[in-house]
């Protein structure tokens, strides 16, 4: 059973240029979260998706930022007219329909010129 | 608002040594709580998952307590080795379908 898969690895965009962020989840998960971390900050939630339904995007910065997690491929975070804050490394975790432990991904380390 | 604080920052023993990693969190109300290890520019490596009602999940060399109305976790391991080291992170739930909130985390190393 493969682990939670992201693609890809590393993203370099210039400022104003859109990023697009890929999860994939664990076989037999139906949960997926996104998670940022900042350079010297801990990580922090950004939003949690069901299959075709986010359920709680409170951690989302309000402008540029959306998700999704639609009925057949990976779930995306998407970033529109990036800017230099946004450089971090972004999680995906995985959980399944019973919820309970996360499993993590290896992460995007999204880097704004 | 849920606040994680991790006891040491940073922490370093010698081989063979027993660790011993403090969390503590403002809200007692919790779900479940995970503690993960990452490794330097690397994901998070779940380690073990304590549910509110357990006192305790062991995993190996791992042990995890949770006193969850003083609002308290400790992560033990036993003989620790050079491959231990990491930061460890601790992360609650307070929210029913699992929403994690992370404290900064304790960097380990352990010398040979």
């Known amino acids: 059973n493969a682990g939670v898969m992201q693609n890809p690895r590393h993203l370099v965009r210039r400022r104003g240029q859109e990023a697009r962020l890929r999860c994939s989840p664990m076989k037999g998960h139906s949960h997926v979260y996104w998670y940022r971390q900042l350079p010297e900050e801990g990580l922090k939630f950004m939003v949690y998706l069901q299959k075709e339904n986010i359920i709680d995007e409170s951690g989302m910065p309000k402008e540029r930022f959306s998700a999704e997690f639609p009925k057949e491929g990976p779930s995306i975070l998407r970033i529109q007219q990036v800017v230099r804050g946004d450089s971090a490394a972004y999680f995906c975790?995985?959980?399944?329909?019973?919820?309970?432990?996360?499993?993590f991904g290896p992460g995007t380390r999204l880097t704004v010129l | 608002k849920q606040e994680v604080t991790q006891i040491p920052a940073a922490l370093s023993v010698p081989e063979g040594e027993n660790l011993v990693l403090n969390c503590s969190f403002t809200?007692?109300?919790?779900?479940?709580l995970q503690w993960f290890r990452q490794d330097p520019g690397k994901g998070l490596t779940s380690l073990l998952l304590?549910?509110?009602?357990?006192r305790e999940q062991t995993s190996g060399r791992l042990n995890a307590s949770l006193d969850k109305s003083s609002g308290r976790s400790t992560l033990y391991i036993a003989a620790s080795q050079p491959g231990d080291s990491a930061t460890y992170l601790c992360a609650p739930s307070t929210d029913s379908w699992g929403k994690l909130q992370f404290g900064a985390g304790t960097q380990v190393v352990v010398t040979p």
């Open positions: 304590i549910q509110s009602s357990q």
């Open positions: 975790a995985s959980s399944p329909p019973e919820r309970g432990e996360q499993f």
């Open positions: 809200d007692s109300a919790i779900y479940n």
